[in-house]
């Protein structure tokens, strides 16, 4: 069994030094217990904050041990009544080909269903990064039809999912997204109906004119996933009311230091902003996946995936991802 450990920490950027690629034997089965063949591994941002020592929104990991990491994949054995041999499944597999379950263990593997949903899409639209769309579109912002609604990190897996759940409620959809392709790619293939290249929008005055362009009725709501001048730029063009999802901060996620130029709009515009992290919102889980996975069924949400080949990519595709190199949500294919 390959895998990827944590080796070292990062002091400021990540680097591909920071993992280690060892071998490993996969111990016997004990009763309960099942064997996962993995498929694909999700890369996802987060994991950025558990390579460090200190207090992120995702607990720290330790060195030595196995990159934490969704997966999907197929049980190859199985111990427990619950699984069979050809199961397909999404778990926490972590960064290798096979990994051992406690089949009993809550929330630590599911078996789903890929007729009408294909396996990859368990990590992303119709997994973690679906599911925290809908919570920070439907639980914290809440918008009627007809709101401006805006995210930033448009094109990735979070961002794709949102426009396709905000339109779905009749909401004017705006992005925010790096570089001129994957805002192309936002409007025509997402349907957003804007979208800002940050990129040539570079600080707060020059983003600012560009959202006042795109969201001519202000901003009702928005959902953060990058922080720094694009909030900033935002909260000039919130309209009195606006709700604020804080569900990323990525700009920040290598020690950058964030500051807000414009806080009084908060106090202003009566602004309500509210941080989130889906893993604490188990109950809501099953009402989302059940709309992502019929949005993805109907044709109404097909996002784009980036698809690194082989464990030994995980750590480069991992530290592209925080770069924007992935078009997309970020999977490594293992098989
Ligand atoms: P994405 O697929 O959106 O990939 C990350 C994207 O972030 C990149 O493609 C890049 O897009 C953008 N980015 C990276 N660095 C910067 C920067 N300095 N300035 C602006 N944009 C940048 O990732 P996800 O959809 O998986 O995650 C999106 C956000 O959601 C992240 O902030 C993540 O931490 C957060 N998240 C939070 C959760 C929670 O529970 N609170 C759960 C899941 C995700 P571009 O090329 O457009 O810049």
């Known amino acids: ?33 099942v064997l996962v063949r993995h498929h694909y591994l999700s890369l996802d941002p987060y994991m950025r904050g558990r390579m460090n020592e200190s207090k992120s929104y995702a607990a720290s990991q330790a060195l030595g041990e196995v990159m934490i990491g969704g997966t999907v994949g197929e049980v190859v054995e199985s111990r427990s009544p619950k699984f069979k041999p050809g199961d397909q499944v999404v778990g926490m597999g972590g960064w290798q080909e096979y990994s051992v379950v406690d089949a009993d263990a809550p929330g ?4 789903v ?16 990064p679906g599911v925290t769309a809908w919570y920070g579109l439907v ?13 930033s990190a448009a094109s990735g897996a979070v961002g794709s999912t949102y426009a396709a759940l905000a339109k779905a ?22 349907h957003f109906d ?6 040539v929008h570079g600080d707060v005055k020059s983003m600012s004119k560009a959202l006042k362009e795109a969201c001519p009725d202000g901003i009702d709501g928005y959902f953060e996933n990058v922080g720094g001048y694009i909030l900033d730029a935002v909260l000039l063009r919130t309209n009195a009311f606006a709700r604020i ?51 993805v069924a109907q044709g ?4 784009r995936e980036s698809v690194a080949q082989g464990l030994q990519a995980a750590p480069e595709a991992f530290l592209g991802l925080l770069k924007g190199k992935n078009f997309g949500k970020q999977l490594v294919k293992l098989i």
């Not at 809440?142 to 805006?150: D, E, L, R």
């Open 245 to 295: 999802a804080v569900c990323g901060m990525i700009a920040g996620y290598d020690g950058a230091p964030l500051p807000l130029q414009n806080p009084t709009l908060i106090l202003i515009n009566r602004l309500t902003i509210e941080g989130f992290i889906v893993s604490e919102h188990v109950e809501v889980w099953p009402e989302a996946l059940k709309e992502l996975g019929t949005l």
């Open 1 to 33: 069994n390959r895998q990827i450990v944590l080796d070292n920490r990062p002091d400021g950027e990540a680097t591909t030094s920071n993992f280690k690629l060892v071998t490993s034997e996969t111990p016997a089965l004990a009763d309960g217990q």
């Open 169 to 190: 409620r009749g909401c004017r959809v705006v992005g925010i997204a790096g570089g001129p392709e994957k805002c192309r790619y936002a409007v025509e293939e997402l």
């Open 194 to 199: 804007a979208c800002i290249d940050y990129r």
């Open 300 to 303: 109404k949400l097909k996002p």
């Open 108 to 111: 630590m593997l599911r078996k």
């Open 139 to 151: 639980k914290i912002i809440n918008p009627k039809p007809g709101s401006t609604v805006v995210v």
């Open 113 to 128: 269903d890929t007729t009408h949903v294909p396996l990859s899409y368990y990590l992303g639209a119709v997994g973690m």
